[in-house]
């Protein structure tokens, strides 16, 4: 997961409807849940459990700043349990088919720029009567066994950004080899521009060395195009006057978190690299 600085929150009272899983989008909604929490929890203001022949229905309206203009927008889910099918304005914009991982849609060619926009989700969880991965939930829990948590429970966001951005980055620690590669995707929407490097959406003024950061393109159609390789210098080691080395502050925080606590090494790389690189 990446910080941008500029995003709108989209939690808090949204509608929704429980419907027959095969029955159409519902016009007429039951009432409001309190998005994210489970359609099952008391927190929702609903406490209503879904089971495999239900469809859960979510809507809500939203604007675009005016800020945000000629920018692209992307649609954030934190988790969703367990089918998410998402429209904007009545357009499909995408499926997503797991409960415990943050998704996301580049919604900009459904968005109105100008005035209302409406986000309608429609969620199915079969929770133990179907094949998909559930932990311990259970339609009828018991002992070590736990209700199910249908539906949106975790963050839902929007954030702008331009025709070049971070898509998604992956980080892979090498311990033995004293190395970590970070593997940058690239999102580009104009075909006149794919191939070229982000300069800094990450960071700046990068040399030779041991910490390694790739910036990977991905076409249209979600092949690979193009890799492009850059390295931090010196970031394993600090050199002192002396002649001595030794092991720095990012590189204990990196090797420290990548393994053990992959969520927090991710959030802080960006500031501990920033960090280093303004000494």
């Not at 988790?79 to 914009?93: E, F, L, S, T, Y």
């Not at 951005?165 to 620690?173: A, D, F, G, Q, V």
């Not at 802080?268 to 280093?276: N, Q, R, S, T, V």
Request: aromatic fraction near 10%; charge should be negative.
């Amino acid at each position: 997961m990446m910080e941008r600085d500029k995003w709108s929150n989209l939690n808090g009272h949204w509608e929704y409807a429980i419907t027959e899983s095969a029955q159409p989008r519902p016009t007429e909604f039951d009432g409001t849940i309190l998005v994210p929490f489970a359609v099952k929890s008391q927190l929702s203001g609903v406490e209503k459990r879904l089971g495999k022949d239900k469809a859960l229905w979510y809507r809500r309206d939203f604007k675009i700043p005016s800020q945000w203009k000629n920018q692209n927008i992307i649609l954030h889910f934190g988790a969703v349990d367990w089918q998410a099918d998402v429209w904007v304005n009545n357009i499909k914009v995408g499926t997503h088919k797991g409960g415990f991982t943050p998704f996301f849609f580049d919604i900009t060619a459904a968005v109105n720029t100008n005035g209302k926009n409406t986000i309608v989700v429609r969620v199915l969880d079969p929770t133990d009567k179907g094949f998909q991965s559930r932990g311990k939930q259970v339609t009828k829990p018991k002992g070590i066994w736990y209700t199910p948590v249908s539906g949106i429970w975790q963050t839902v966001w929007l954030e702008p950004v331009g025709n070049i951005h971070i898509k998604n980055i992956r980080n892979l620690p090498d311990i033995d080899r004293n190395t970590l590669t970070v593997d940058i995707e690239k999102s580009c929407t104009d075909p006149s521009i794919i191939g070229e490097v982000i300069e800094s959406e990450f960071a700046a003024q990068l040399a030779d060395s041991t910490l390694v950061l790739r910036i990977v393109d991905i076409t249209d159609n979600g092949e690979l195009a193009d890799r492009y390789e850059v390295t931090w210098s010196s970031l394993l080691v600090n050199r002192h006057d002396d002649g001595q080395e030794s092991v720095n502050d990012l590189t204990q925080f990196a090797f420290a978190n990548a393994r053990t606590n992959p969520e927090k090494f991710k959030a802080g790389l960006k500031a501990e690299i920033e960090k280093f690189l303004a000494e």
